[in-house]
């Protein structure tokens, strides 16, 4: 299939990889155009624009935030200014509102949008094996289904409306940010009171959590590894802001969401915007005097 790739960053150049490797005919762009060269070297092309990139069936984007996704859809040379009229798939954590606004703005110049974020850090997407939670037509999902099937190990179709998946995502992402937060405190209570924090988390994984995300942000805290970020703090602390939006919005009180917000804070100060937002343990450990 003729497909457009936009946003090549750790996630973006797994997925536009894979998706080259499937067989694919596939275009791409980034805003620096480097980042492009390695696919280009397996099979891909480079578009010059946002438009030229999405001249084909489906264009798909996966970019750090709403800005960012605005200037590519919105612009004089973005998505919505190609003649093709692709399918426009966006990957990207993005706001419910900007998720409404490109729905509405698609369906007026003859589109179809797809939210399609995406669980699962970078070492998932180079292995083809995130999970994929999809909203939107059912024609439009019908015809990105090998795509999907391309990058992930499982897709969850959840609805016409397509802000139902950026709901789901940024409700995965709190309830994340929450595992990650609790097993810090429960490690460092632990270690203070001389067992161990492998031992804890030996008993924890293979009882009552026995998940993916205790098992592997577990062995991230247990090691620290926190740098190169799979996912920077950065990026969790502008999702956590998406999550108070949309409960402003919604009159849903989040209690948690601000600790969670203010320890995320306090790891970009403490540690710099390049540490992984798990690093929220480091902080955890610090506060205890460990």
């Known amino acids: 299939m003729e497909i457009g790739f936009i946003g090549l960053g750790q996630m973006g150049s797994a997925i536009a990889g894979n998706l080259v490797k499937a067989g694919h005919d596939v275009t791409v762009w980034n805003r620096s155009a480097d980042k492009t060269r390695p696919l280009v070297e397996i099979g891909a092309r480079r578009a010059e624009t946002p438009t030229g990139a999405a001249a084909g069936k489906v264009v798909f984007t996966m970019l750090a935030n709403d800005q960012a996704v605005e200037r590519v859809v919105f612009g004089d040379d973005g998505v919505l200014a190609s003649a093709a009229r692709p399918i426009h798939v966006s990957m990207s954590t993005i706001s419910v509102a900007l998720a409404e606004r490109l729905t509405e703005a698609h369906a007026a110049s003859g589109g179809d949008f797809i939210s399609a974020p995406v669980f699962g850090r970078p070492s998932f997407a180079a292995a083809g094996k995130l999970a ?159």
């Open 132 to 290: 994929v939670v999809a909203a939107g037509d059912d024609k439009a999902l019908e015809v990105c289904e090998p795509l999907f099937a391309a990058i992930g190990q499982r897709t969850f179709k959840v609805g016409a409306a397509p802000k139902n998946a950026n709901v789901i995502k940024l409700c995965g992402n709190f309830m994340i940010l929450a595992a990650i937060e609790s097993l810090a405190e429960a490690m460092t209570l632990a270690a203070k009171n001389g067992v161990e924090k492998a031992t804890l988390l030996d008993v924890l994984t293979n009882t009552l959590f026995g998940s993916p995300i205790y098992q592997t942000y577990g062995d991230i805290l247990l090691h620290e590894r926190f740098e190169p970020a799979g996912f920077a703090a950065p990026l969790g602390l502008k999702d956590m802001n998406l999550v108070d939006s949309a409960a402003l919005s919604s009159r849903v009180p989040m209690p948690f969401l601000g600790v969670l917000r203010a320890q995320l804070l306090a790891t970009i100060a403490r540690h710099g915007e390049d540490i992984d937002w798990s690093a929220l343990g480091k902080v955890v450990t610090e506060n205890s005097g460990l």
